[in-house]
């Protein structure tokens, strides 16, 4: 390949990876055309774009970027890379992967290293921790549900202490006819 070629694939690289909040780094190798198939339209379906891409290409996109150096532990073998705007979607695909496929132990994909939330994550062993990750909007949901909670309780308070008073003075007011 070309010194060119190379350096227009890296900028391709540097702008996928631009457009995405994050990206995990996996292996896919070994997957049959059919399991290959099923995994691209389960991204599809998710919003997660798969790539399958060269290591040193990759290592040099994540130089240019001044990506965090613990990524490169994962550029060994084969890679593909699965980005998308929330952090715990391709962990869930990975997971609902490897759980139809119980019995291998080495079932495919496999995660090696994962950047979420502006965190590293290397290996396969944080899978279980990235599926329970909740995104930015998830968080800001819960924490918006939480505070309208105690105001929920007040104005629910409020209105029906308001109907027991209403009939109280309603009662006493009838008492003196």
């Given amino acids: 390949m070309k ?12 702008d996928e990876l631009g457009q995405y909040q994050h990206f995990y780094l996996t ?29 040193t290409l990759l290592h040099k996109a994540l130089e240019q970027m001044n990506a965090d150096e613990q990524l490169y532990s994962g ?5 593909a890379l699965m980005l998308c705007n929330t952090g715990n979607a ?18 495919k994909p496999q995660l090696k290293a994962a950047y979420v939330e502006e965190t590293v994550y290397v290996g396969a062993e944080q899978l279980n921790f990235l599926t329970s990750i909740k995104s930015k ?7 918006i549900a939480l505070l309208q909670s105690p105001a929920k309780n007040v104005v629910s308070a409020l ?13 006493l007011g009838d008492k003196e006819n």
């Fill in 137 to 143: 909007n998830e968080l800001i949901a819960d924490l």
């Fill in 3 to 14: 010194k060119e070629d190379k350096s227009a694939i890296i900028e391709q690289i540097k």
């Fill in 159 to 171: 209105q029906s202490g308001g109907n027991t008073i209403h009939g109280l003075l309603k009662t």
């Fill in 75 to 79: 550029l060994k073998g084969n890679t």
């Fill in 27 to 55: 292996n896919i190798e070994g997957l049959n055309a059919q399991k290959t198939s099923e995994l691209r339209r389960a991204c599809f379906k998710n919003e997660i774009k798969l790539m399958v891409v060269k290591n």
């Fill in 90 to 107: 391709p962990a869930k695909l990975i997971k609902e992967f490897l759980d139809k496929d119980k019995k291998n132990k080495d079932a």
